[in-house]
């Protein structure tokens, strides 16, 4: 018999595990100016009635459990969010949570205001960005950025010949997060003028004709990882610094930033023929003569929709003339601190068809009144962001008020919203009905009647039977109440 009741338990464990998801990930916490960082854990477990347990271990703050969280996913991004009053080593706080989770990884943001604190939980690092994108690591022997390459790691016949014009330097913008950037310098080679050059894709120098097709960077999944970058989710935006110095200043003269995202088999620029893989690519990217500059370039995607192509990578040339062969020996472009932005700002939140009342983006708490249970479906927002996804929840509060969230989350998880709209439903008051049927008629006058004789209130409807509204039941609304039924 014990044995039996241990296999249950084994196998109720089991099986309740199979329900639970453990992150463990750095956490910073702000409280009253004071800043700490550790590396914690947090659990989420599904309770039986669908909604969930969430463990935090938390600096300062100890265990918090917060229960009864509901969930809600949409294109693989679960969003969770409540306000609860939570047991902590300071006692019960209220505490509010906004939790999202893609793939195994979280970021969550969590306050307690009474504490003056504040806390980010983050496990996805750089799993949506370019690899050393701020291009401090320079560990390869051959002198190339990691995860970067230039003509030190070229194919082809003509790669001997290639001039190594990709170094590393210590020319930064102001702000920067590092020490260093990386150079890429136009040279004279055979009579020919090189473009410098830097990809995340492999370049080949397969021809001595500077505008031959076979000298190109490329990328494909099966170059490998160190030449393949996967990309998760469209990004809307690719950030970058850049420095462009020519060596001999020619007005027409243009350094050239190329990002494309496509499925992951073969792709090469200079293109050799149209390719119908692609399914995105940078807007703008042609860099004037400029001392450091961040720009911002936003993705077209609609231009490629027609290839009905899945985006699994993405793929970064940087180039000291926008054409082949064309510059000046010495033309030089400085890179550094690369940004992949997925945008997620909701626009406009809609019920039933119409914006909700005093809508504004930065207002994140509205207060609206509905004829009775609310439907999630009633909810219709607009938001920004290729890859954005937006979640609705709903719970119901001990007074019969719902409290529905509408949380807009871009694909990395970093930018997120919720709009929490606490909804009232609307009394129903149908004046004379007082036994709630529907109609009215003699019976009601005889229920009220005894309601007020024997001052016994609990088997009518009270909010009807008051007809003239003064918040009183007694004669005078039975006289009213007479009358209607006589006038009917």
Same mark, same amino acid.
């Given at each position: ?5 241990l296999a !249950? ?59 009864? *969280? ?13 306000? @609860?009053?939570? #047991? ?5 706080m ?31 690092g ?29 194919? +082809? ?8 014009a ?31 050059t830097?990809?995340? +894709? @492999?370049?080949n ?14 990328m ?33 003269? @243009? ?7 496509? #499925? ?16 995105g690519?940078?807007?703008? +990217? ?28 993405i ?11 064309k ?22 939140? @809609? ?18 009144? *509905? ?13 920004? +962001? ?42 129903s *008051?149908?004046?004379?009905d ?25 088997? !009518? ?13 007694? !004669? ?13």
């Amino acid at each position: 018999m014990k044995k039996g009741l241990l296999a !249950i338990c084994l196998a109720m464990t089991t099986l309740f595990g199979l329900n639970a998801e453990t992150f463990t990930g750095p956490i910073v916490v702000n409280r009253n100016g004071q800043t700490y960082n550790s590396n914690v854990t947090v659990t989420v477990t599904q309770q039986d009635n669908g909604l969930n347990t969430l463990v935090l271990q938390v600096p300062m703050f100890g265990t918090m459990t917060m229960t009864d *969280v509901p969930a809600a996913t949409s294109a693989g991004i679960t969003t969770y969010n409540a306000v @609860r009053d939570v #047991n902590t080593n300071l006692g019960m706080m209220r505490t509010n949570l906004f939790a999202r989770t893609v793939d195994g990884m979280m970021a969550a943001n969590v306050s307690i205001p009474a504490q003056n604190a504040t806390m980010w939980f983050n496990t996805v690092g750089d799993y949506f960005q370019l690899p050393n994108s701020n291009l401090e690591a320079w560990t390869n022997s051959n002198g190339e950025p990691d995860r970067w390459h230039g003509f030190k790691t070229a194919t +082809g016949m003509w790669a001997w010949a290639a001039p190594a014009a990709l170094d590393q330097s210590e020319d930064i913008h102001d702000g920067a997060t590092g020490q260093y950037s990386a150079l890429i310098t136009a040279k004279n080679a055979l009579g020919t003028i090189a473009n410098g050059t830097m990809t995340n +894709g @492999r370049l080949n120098a397969g021809a001595t004709s500077a505008t031959s097709t076979s000298n190109n960077a490329s990328m494909q999944e099966s170059n490998g990882s160190d030449f393949y970058v996967p990309l998760y989710a469209k990004p809307d935006q690719f950030k970058v610094w850049l420095k462009y110095e020519q060596g001999a200043p020619v007005d027409t003269n @243009r350094a050239n930033v190329s990002v494309k995202t496509f #499925n992951g088999t073969y792709y090469q620029e200079p293109c050799d023929k149209e390719y119908t893989n692609l399914t995105g690519s940078i807007v703008g +990217g042609q860099i004037a003569p400029c001392g450091w500059t961040q720009f911002t370039f936003p993705f077209d995607y609609a231009s490629y929709r027609p290839n009905h192509a899945i985006t699994k990578a993405i793929f970064v040339t940087f180039s000291t003339n926008k054409n082949p062969g064309k510059g000046q020996a010495e033309d030089k472009l400085f890179i550094d601190d690369m940004e992949l932005v997925y945008l997620a700002d909701m626009i406009d939140l @809609r019920y039933q068809g119409s914006t909700i009342n005093g809508w504004d983006p930065a207002v994140t708490t509205y207060n609206i009144e *509905v004829a009775g249970e609310p439907n999630l479906d009633d909810f219709a927002p607009d938001y920004d +962001g290729e890859s954005a996804v937006c979640t609705k929840s709903m719970e119901q509060n001990a007074d019969g008020s719902y409290r529905i969230v509408i949380s807009v989350v871009s694909a990395d998880l970093q930018d997120a919203t919720s709009y929490v709209i606490n909804a009232t439903v609307a009394s129903s *008051v149908n004046p004379g009905d007082v036994d709630e049927s529907g109609v009215i008629n003699i019976t009601d006058v005889t229920l009220l009647i005894n309601a007020v004789l024997n001052d016994n209130y609990s088997n !009518i409807n009270v909010a009807n039977s008051d007809m003239n509204g003064d918040g009183l039941i007694n !004669i005078t609304d039975v006289t009213q109440l007479i009358t209607l039924v006589l006038s009917f």
